[in-house]
């Protein structure tokens, strides 16, 4: 049972939709807790299609109030006459469930926390339902035909009512389907949220290291002498708001910019000490105000806290467009980086963001070019004036680099590129046609001379990063540390390794399995054994974790994360102890399997029929329950009849998913449950000799 699935996985995500709704209804229904199945499959609908992390999970207060005020109006429809859904109701038990099953992801918001909010948020659940303004559009027609007696089910008296709509003879709320479309061309529905990629797992040093290296910035040491310059009485400055040249010249001295003062008539034409005081200004240390510039007296904490004013300044850099890029002079001209300037700056970041090697230039520089191209609907030809435009915005990105670099967000070197980034040039040439497409064809829909060029653009590339040294650029600790709290703040994962070190052991193994890459999932786990002092123990609650879990499927998928992350050798051992684990054993001998520790021949008669048991099981799991199961068992015919038969007498731990097993093979194969009982004579041969010997 994952419990986060891509934007393009529907079917997996349906399947698993499926099951964990109907554990939910069994769950629920054995406590006496209200629970409507559609509103439990909007629910998870709305946190895999309207969210940009997809995490099924993870429930925090916004969460629970877009689902209830915004989603749910949106998307579902109530047609007058029908009994209204307890939708608060069923998101409580959803989440009491999801804790309960050790699915809610460790790192999220507490139970109770989330349970608070959807108390809070019930009480407006009603009115937000009934509010035309937050309908879809789909759903404002339903509603609007239903409340004027049109049977919404039928589809020609649905079609009629929209050729009357549309012929202007059907009375609607203006006002309403305007606030709709509005909502729609702002890009404010639920329904047009892009999903964001998962990112790596990333270390980060402790609080008191950073703050080490962000004393260290040059930037900050800047800005603090700026507002310790500036001054609670403040300092003069002209009409138009700048400094008056007398004290830029001093500030120049005093700070270091390096800008050049001879000859310059006016602060305006030193653009490092004006950007630092754009900088300063942006990041809310100092203000203009009746003729002064004076130092912010709030800002005090921060300025004494030197990562807390590195960080405010590095959310500041997002506002720094105009003094980092803007026009300069009455013929130089803003390039293609200004009108997009917080965008790219914020894909660039979080490109960079937990890289396992440094990005070189010319491959993030590509990687920009493409996003101009889609944004300002370049054509593909590479003549002179797009050659210059792209230059023009290729120099304005490394403007912006040098104030990351001064800052101390982000690290250049020169080196080779790693070879990682030569297989992502060639796949992306490979990428443009299907391979068997033949070359006619190609050239006659008009895609061979895009792939040709695309072709010879990613060699031509590959050559750059290969004949030299390159620029290699790359997020430092403090620079990670800050794009992840950006991602954080918009809704995004962005595991660090440690912060699972209290997560009960369920959590932990859950999270491990799904996000984590095998050595940050080493790293994290050795954390949390090592939390626990005793390392037995640890390993006993883990076992523990995985014995408890009650979906098959995730069960195996964290014994097999530990098995990978547990130091060389331990997990082949851990694995090998549990063989002979009453309810353990038909994981770890399926993980033995698998990876080819275990061969057949070496496994006794009871063994195959477990791991046989597991398999089909398992498969229950993917199929999304009952109907998915039943297909795939009817599609196998008398395969499956005897698989299950054999399964069926196995020892394996879980009766009661056996005995589901049965009924869905009784329901697909049209076979007596009798029948089904008594599984096939197997033949004595290679791997059934009695006797076995354990490796």
Not at 615 to 629: H, I, K, P
Request: glycine content about 8%; some cysteine.
């Amino acid at each position: 049972m994952r419990m986060r699935f891509e934007a393009g996985a529907e079917e997996e995500f349906e399947a698993a939709c499926g099951l964990l709704v109907a554990r939910l209804v069994r769950w629920a229904g054995e406590r006496g807790l209200p629970v409507d199945e559609f509103m439990a499959e909007a629910a998870l609908d709305y946190r895999h299609r309207a969210t940009v992390d997809g995490r099924l999970g993870w429930w925090e207060t916004r969460h629970v109030e877009e689902l209830l005020l915004s989603w749910l109006p949106e998307q579902v429809t109530e047609l007058p006459g029908e009994e209204h859904a307890d939708a608060p109701g069923t998101l409580r038990a959803l989440l009491r469930y999801l804790h309960a099953a050790q699915l809610a992801d460790p790192r999220g918001p507490a139970l109770q926390d989330s349970l608070a909010a959807v108390d809070a948020a019930a009480g407006r659940y009603r009115e937000a339902m009934a509010d035309r303004t937050r309908w879809g559009l789909a759903k404002f027609w339903a509603m609007t035909a239903a409340e004027q007696g049109v049977d919404v089910l039928d589809g020609a008296a649905l079609h009629l009512f929209a050729e009357r709509a549309q012929g202007g003879e059907v009375t609607y709320d203006q006002r309403a389907l305007d606030e709709i479309l509005e909502r729609r061309l702002t890009g404010q529905v639920l329904s047009g949220v892009a999903r964001a990629e998962p990112q790596l797992p990333v270390v980060l040093p402790p609080d008191d290291e950073l703050r080490r290296q962000a004393e260290a910035s040059t930037v900050v040491a800047q800005l603090r002498g700026l507002v310790e310059w500036a001054g609670r009485d403040g300092r003069v400055v002209t009409a138009a708001g700048r400094l008056r040249m007398a004290d830029a010249r001093e500030l120049v001295d005093v700070l270091g910019t390096g800008d050049k003062v001879e000859g310059v008539r006016s602060s305006a034409d030193l653009p490092r000490l004006g950007l630092l005081v754009e900088w300063a200004k942006k990041a809310r240390l100092v203000r203009v105000a009746k003729g002064r510039l004076y130092a912010v007296a709030k800002a005090r904490p921060v300025l004494a806290d030197p990562l807390q004013l590195w960080l405010r300044a590095f959310e500041a850099c997002f506002e720094l467009r105009q003094a980092l890029l803007g026009t300069r002079s009455g013929w130089h001209a803003e390039s293609m980086s200004f009108d997009v300037y917080e965008d790219v700056l914020e894909d660039v970041l979080n490109t960079l963001y937990s890289l396992p090697h440094p990005m070189p230039w010319p491959r993030l520089r590509d990687t920009v070019r493409l996003a101009y191209r889609a944004h300002f609907q370049l054509d593909g030809g590479s003549d002179i004036r797009h050659r210059m435009w792209f230059e023009h915005a290729d120099r304005d990105l490394h403007t912006v680099f040098n104030a990351l670099v001064d800052l101390g967000a982000v690290k250049r070197d020169r080196g080779m590129a790693d070879p990682v980034f030569l297989d992502v040039e060639l796949a992306d040439a490979g990428d443009q046609l299907p391979v068997d497409m033949p070359p006619e064809l190609a050239e006659l829909i008009g895609v061979a001379g895009v792939a040709a060029e695309s072709k010879e653009r990613a060699l031509a590339r590959r050559e750059e990063l290969t004949s030299g040294p390159v620029e290699l650029i790359r997020l430092t600790a403090l620079g990670t540390r800050a794009v992840r709290q950006r991602l954080l703040a918009y809704g995004r994962d962005a595991p660090v390794v440690g912060e699972l070190a209290e997560a009960p052991a369920a959590g932990l193994l859950g999270v491990l399995a799904e996000d984590y890459d095998q050595d940050a999932a080493r790293a994290e786990l050795a954390g949390w054994i090592s939390a626990r002092g005793d390392r037995n123990a640890a390993l006993r609650q883990l076992a523990e974790a995985v014995r408890t879990m009650v979906f098959r499927t995730r069960a195996q998928a964290m014994l097999d994360v530990l098995f990978a992350a547990l130091p060389d050798g331990e997990g082949e051992l851990l694995l090998r102890s549990l063989r002979g684990d009453a309810v353990l054993a038909p994981l770890s001998l399926t993980s033995l399997v698998h990876r080819e520790l275990l061969s057949p021949e070496d496994m006794t008669d009871a063994e195959h029929l477990l791991v046989l048991a597991e398999s089909l099981l398992q498969l229950m799991e993917l199929a999304g329950g009952r109907d998915g199961a039943e297909e795939v068992l009817r599609a196998q015919g008398s395969e499956a009849r005897d698989a299950v038969a054999a399964a069926l007498e196995s020892m394996h731990p879980d009766r009661a998913g056996l005995e589901e097993l049965r009924q869905l093979a009784t329901r697909a194969l049209r076979t007596p449950v009798a029948r089904l009982n008594r599984a096939p004579k197997r033949r004595r041969g290679a791997g059934n000799s009695g006797r076995k010997r354990d490796r």
